[in-house]
């Protein structure tokens, strides 16, 4: 599967953004989807996954009850909603898709990653 991440940009403290990742490929709707981000001089961290059914949906403390992530099975798609943006969300995002039932918070078991994009909050 293919993937491909968009909505990244800069934003002050207290804002929103949507990020959006498109996937592609014969069998995209089976995939468990996700998000992972890193921050300058940090390792790679989990934010959200969603299994691919859309009904159970996993997020990192740092971010539960401001940030919702969704999916549309029928455009392949998935959204990670950030409210309440602080600068410690400060990173690169990056969608990931794994073949079974959810996301694997140990990135190396997530085989499939898209390209990043930037999220920057400002204070």
């Known amino acids: 599967v293919q993937l491909q991440a968009s909505g990244g940009g800069v934003v002050q403290a207290g804002g929103s953004l949507r990020l959006t990742c498109a996937a592609s490929?014969?069998?995209?709707?089976?995939?468990?989807m996700g998000w992972f981000r890193q921050a300058p001089g940090k390792e790679r961290e989990f934010v959200a996954g969603?299994?691919?059914?859309?009904?159970?949906?996993q997020y990192a403390d740092s971010v539960k009850g401001r940030f919702t992530i969704s999916r549309d099975k029928d455009k392949n798609m998935v959204y990670l909603q950030m409210n309440s943006l602080q600068p410690e969300d400060t990173a690169i995002y990056h969608c990931?898709?794994?073949?079974?039932?959810?996301?694997?918070?140990?990135?190396?078991?997530?085989?499939?990653w898209g390209q990043g994009t930037q999220v920057t909050v400002s204070s």
């Open positions: 490929g014969p069998t995209s709707t089976s995939y468990a």
């Open positions: 990931v898709a794994r073949n079974g039932g959810a996301i694997s918070k140990t990135e190396s078991l997530n085989p499939y």
């Open positions: 969603i299994t691919f059914s859309g009904i159970t949906t």
